[in-house]
């Protein structure tokens, strides 16, 4: 078979830094999309790659053994570098053996196939919404549009050991790979990547297509994606692309990030990783690793025996475990507040906030509503 290969990184409209990183060191491709505040994303995502590139060029393990090397790398330097601690990174790798991919996997980056037309899935998420779906607490489409589509159930760095999802794919003559981070997947739906891979022969053109559909579509996180192409022809002509690395990333020059707001959805937030205990027994037992020190980050305004209340967490279970804690009901009765048309679904809902100051703010505007509500009454 014979590749050829589109990469490329975008910073995306809304975020300060680049945390996706990809790695083209012929055969072996893939991509990360970092996590973790300060640098400490960006430091994962690149630790992961040079690891499984270092042991790949020394020939040590397999490529799923590389990428459990890499999660010990990225875990490790989390705990010794206070820095970049609580630092974790998704990866989609895919290694070229003759007329064979091997795909290793963990998080929500994706591997896509297009084939004769069609683009299938070949990687699952490894996220809080797709469990969910799994599940059947929420529907697909409920999916795409909730607010913690992106917490991520399953990361490298976050824990010693982490289970990786692998797969062999037979390619065909005309075969196209996609690896890209959600950045691409959040912004633009599978039609329209399916579109671009259909009328964009050229893999870079390619790329630089979903880069820019996904920018025009708000662009509000990094973007990255890579292509293969494959075509049957045994004559190696020398025509791949030579390795190389991703390019230097650009300065920021992202606006400032939008004021706290009841109910915003995904954004810059959404993939802060903290570190706490509260909820984490539920999550345990599920065998969930990382996403308690997600949630621990996650402030909201619901309804606890009656009352409103503050919650910590999000407002979701899954497998009939809540994935959130009451941290204070306050006086306020809450049917006295839903019989306020604005807050009769949303305080059920639960309300989102990004810190407990802000969830407080909120406690604070539904008791002025309230007492206002009992004085018109008067
Ligand atoms: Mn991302």
């Given at each position: ?13 809304v975020?300060?830094?680049n ?22 994303g ?6 992961a ?78 996220t ?11 529907s ?13 159930l ?5 824990d010693g050991?982490?289970?990786v999802?692998?797969?062999?794919v037979e ?22 990547i ?70 915003r ?15 984490a ?41 809540d994935?959130?804690?009451v ?36 406690v ?12 018109d009454?008067?």
């Amino acid at each position: 078979m014979r590749i050829r290969v589109g990469a490329t990184t975008d910073i995306g409209q809304v975020r300060e830094g680049n945390e996706d990183s990809y790695l083209i060191l012929d055969p072996l491709y893939a991509v990360a999309d970092g996590i973790g505040g300060h640098r400490g994303g960006e430091v994962a995502s690149n630790l992961a790659l040079q690891t499984i590139q270092r042991l790949f060029s020394a020939h040590e393990g397999d490529l799923t053994e590389q990428v459990e090397r890499a999660n010990r790398a990225v875990f490790e330097r989390s705990q010794n570098d206070r820095e970049v601690a609580g630092m974790g990174t998704t990866l989609t790798a895919a290694l070229v053996q003759g007329p064979r991919v091997r795909l290793a996997h963990v998080g929500d980056s994706r591997a896509y196939l297009f084939r004769d037309g069609r683009l299938e899935l070949l990687t699952e998420d490894h996220t809080l919404v797709h469990q969910m779906v799994v599940e059947g607490e929420i529907s697909e489409s409920d999916a795409e549009t909730h607010p913690h589509r992106n917490v991520l159930l399953r990361a490298l760095g976050v824990d010693g050991t982490v289970q990786v999802d692998d797969g062999i794919v037979e390619m065909q003559d005309g075969d196209r790979l996609l690896l890209c981070t959600d950045g691409v997947t959040s912004m633009i739906r599978d039609d329209q990547i399916k579109a671009v891979l259909q009328e964009t022969k050229d893999p870079q053109e390619a790329v630089d297509r979903l880069v820019r559909a996904a920018n025009r579509a708000g662009g509000i996180d990094n973007i990255t994606a890579v292509i293969l192409d494959f075509t049957e022809d045994s004559s190696r002509d020398g025509t791949r692309e030579a390795p190389m690395q991703r390019p230097a990333k650009r300065r920021p020059v992202a606006p400032p990030p939008p004021s706290p707001q009841p109910r915003r959805r995904g954004g810059r937030t959404a993939r802060r990783i903290g570190i706490g205990a509260g909820i984490a027994l539920a999550l345990v037992v599920l065998g969930i690793v990382g996403v308690r020190l997600y949630l621990d980050t996650q402030w909201f305004v619901g309804v606890s025996n009656g009352r409103v209340a503050i919650f910590r967490g999000v407002p979701a279970e899954v497998a009939g475990l809540d994935l959130n804690s009451v941290v204070v009901e306050t006086p306020i009765r809450a049917d006295e507040a839903q019989e306020l048309a604005f807050y009769r679904d949303r305080l059920l809902e639960g309300i989102t906030a990004d810190d407990r100051d802000a969830a407080q703010a909120i406690v604070e505007q539904i008791r002025r509503d309230v007492t206002r509500a009992r004085q018109d009454r008067r």
